[in-house]
Structures are given as structure tokens and as C-alpha cells.
């Protein structure tokens, strides 16, 4: 059974719902959405440094357990609409010290004003800066929330093509990796979810992919792509998710590609939970879940 807090949060995201995103501005979503990530001070031992990684801004996270050796490469949520790194620094300190690695929080570019495949072309670039820093891949964490969820895959598969070097393992939170909303739990649990609906994400992938197919698209929709000769997945997901099969099927052709893919669904949680660590034990407890699983992979 979910926790006390954790029905005190769902309180306040049933208020928040009062006003679905289809109905405010992308420039109001971005600000609400950075208003929440930003909601929990960083704490004073959590180093936050800009740096510019192949042209993309970017920054790095360090807490006194970091190990120079050890980097996530973390590409933040927000469905390729709003979202920025801002309000990922104090998750970043939490990830920083479960996995004992530095974080390096990319800001890839926003549609709608930059489209498929910017996102993507970002990520890359940045992820190039890092090999050409001299971090062994073998030390390399890929990792992303949501829409970053989906990029972390889409990442994956890019690098793959273009022959570059894979990551030691790859962390999908709450993954949005099929665009064109077919998961069942769309509807099955839409009564459930008070963050997420089809609507918006069809908002998002609209703007993201204007006139695109998104079925063979695989850098936008990765769920359609080719998933053989990925590195091992964690992927978490609450079990109260409109998202919760793009989470299952994400793992299930992964798996049936030959590749490994750990599944942790949430019981009653909804998405993204693990940023809320700070008011939430579950949160905090899928983070440790994270930090177990980096350091089990890039010892």
C-alpha cells in the first residue's frame, strides 16, 4: 500500500489537474512544469556547474560521492515541450549519490519551436563531448524521465547507427516511447492518472513531430525501432499510469530482441514519482533502486 505522503501528494496533483495543460500556453506549461521541478531547495553540498558539451548547455552535478569516472548522462522530461535543467538539480544531487556518479543534465532544444529531430541531434552531440572528455563508456549511465525516457532510447539507437560506442546501461523512468498514444492503459487508466492524458501527449507529439508518421519514425517513437544490441534497461513505471504499457512493451521487445530489460512497476504510483523523493519515501526508494543498478553495471 502506497504511502501516507504519497496520498497527500496525489491531493495536491488532483488540485493541480483542475487545469489541464491543453488549456494554458507553452510558455505557461514550461513555467508550471519548471515551478514543480524547482519546488525542492538544492541542498548546499550539490554542486551545480554550467559547461557547454558540443554546443548543447549543459550541467554538471556533483555531490561528495560522486567519482570522477562514473557519469549519468541524464536527458530530463517533459514531453520534447517543456521541461529544462533547472528542475532537475536537486533530483540530479539524489542521483549523483545513489550511483556515486557525476550528472551531466542536458538542455536539449524544445519544439515547438525545434522539432524531430533536434532533440535527438542534442543528446548526440552532448554525448559525443563526454567520450571525447575521456570517460570510458563502460563507465556511462544513460538515463531520462518521460519524454527523456524516450530519448534515452532514441539516443541508444542513434548511437548504435552511427557506430559509436553504447553506454554501460540505460535507466527509463515513466518512458514515452510510442507517439502515437496505442498503449492500452491510455484508456484503462486514464481515471487513475492525474498528471498525464492522451490529449496532452498528443498536444506534445503534434508539436514534436508535426506531419510525421510516428510509427516509422523510430528516433521520435522508439518503441518501433530496432531494439537488438542495446545495453541492459531499468525501466520503472507506476502502476496508476496512462504510460504504464509503453513501459511494458518497451521491456517485452527489448527482451524479445535479445537484450535485457528490467521492469519495476510501482504499485499505485504515478509518473515520475521519483522527483518527488523529497516528500515521498517511494521516490527516494527507487532512486536507491537506480543507484543499485548504475553501480552494479560500471563497477
Partial sequence: MASAEFQNMLTMFRAMADQPMVEISVEEQRARYDSIGSMFPVPEDVAVQEVTAGGVTCEWITTAESESERVIFYVHGGGYVIGSIKGYREFGGRLSRASRARVLNVEYRLAPEHPHPAAVDDSMAAYRW??????????????GDSAGGGLTVATLLALKDAGLPLPACAVCLSPWVDLTQSGESMKTRSELDPLVSE???GQMADHYLPGGNATTTPLAS????????LPPLLIQVGTSEVLYDDSVRLAERVTAAGGKATLEPWDEMVHIFQLFAPMLPEGQQAIERIGEFALQHTK
Avoid: E, H, R, Y
Fill in 222 to 229: 522508439p518503441l518501433f525501432g530496432d531494439l537488438s544490441g
Fill in 199 to 201: 490529449s496532452m501527449l
Fill in 130 to 143: 563526454v567520450l571525447d572528455q575521456g570517460v570510458d563508456p563502460a563507465k556511462i549511465i544513460i538515463a
